[in-house]
């Protein structure tokens, strides 16, 4: 059991830094691409000139690999309450809104396990921000919803700004 843990372990590294790599040899070109809008934010602009000017949160390799599993995640669920709203799914649209993005006891943890108060407490504000979407789908109100949504991809929108991994 041990020297298989070991084994497993000893390969996720070198497979993160091929993968991370080979992202950024395909990524770069496309930046270059993006013209900085007046009030785009200073780490957009940043990024344009090659630095990055967003708070580290210093994830260890299986954290980095576990937010953007779950931040992934987080981008389908947004895709799906769009098309279910679009469909006047308004219950489902409230349970995806509930279980993928609201307050879970899960959600609650993984904000806290990156040891940065801030971070915790943006994330935190997230996801009850999610809770109350999740309400407000259940009126069936479209406006009202598109709104909720906007609300809470504000978050996503803050939270990017700020922090990188
Ligand atoms: C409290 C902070 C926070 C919030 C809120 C947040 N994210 Fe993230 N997200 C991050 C961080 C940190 C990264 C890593 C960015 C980096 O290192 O460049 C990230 C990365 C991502 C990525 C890249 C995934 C990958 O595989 O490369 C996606 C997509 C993403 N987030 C989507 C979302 C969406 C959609 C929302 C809202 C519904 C959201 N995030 C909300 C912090 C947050």
Request: charged share 25%.
């Amino acid at each position: 059991m041990l020297i298989y843990n070991m084994k497993k372990s000893s390969l996720i590294l070198p497979l993160l830094l091929l993968f991370v790599f080979a992202c950024q040899e395909k990524k770069d070109p496309g930046v270059e691409h993006v013209s900085p809008k007046k009030d785009d934010p200073p780490a957009m602009m940043h990024t344009s000139m090659g630095q990055d000017s967003r708070k580290s949160l210093h994830l260890n390799p299986m954290q980095k690999h576990h937010q953007l599993m779950n931040m992934r995640s987080h981008l389908e669920a947004v895709h799906d309450i769009i098309n279910l709203l679009a469909e006047d799914r308004y219950d489902e649209a409230s349970e995806v809104a509930y279980k993928q993005l609201g307050s879970t006891t899960e959600m609650k943890m993984m904000c806290a396990s990156f040891g940065d108060k801030n971070f915790e407490q943006l994330g935190l504000q997230f996801h009850a921000s999610a809770d109350k979407m999740s309400e407000v789908f259940k009126k069936r109100d479209k406006d009202k919803s598109l709104r909720a949504l906007a609300h809470t991809t504000n978050f996503c929108i803050q939270c990017h700004k700020i922090y990188r991994q």
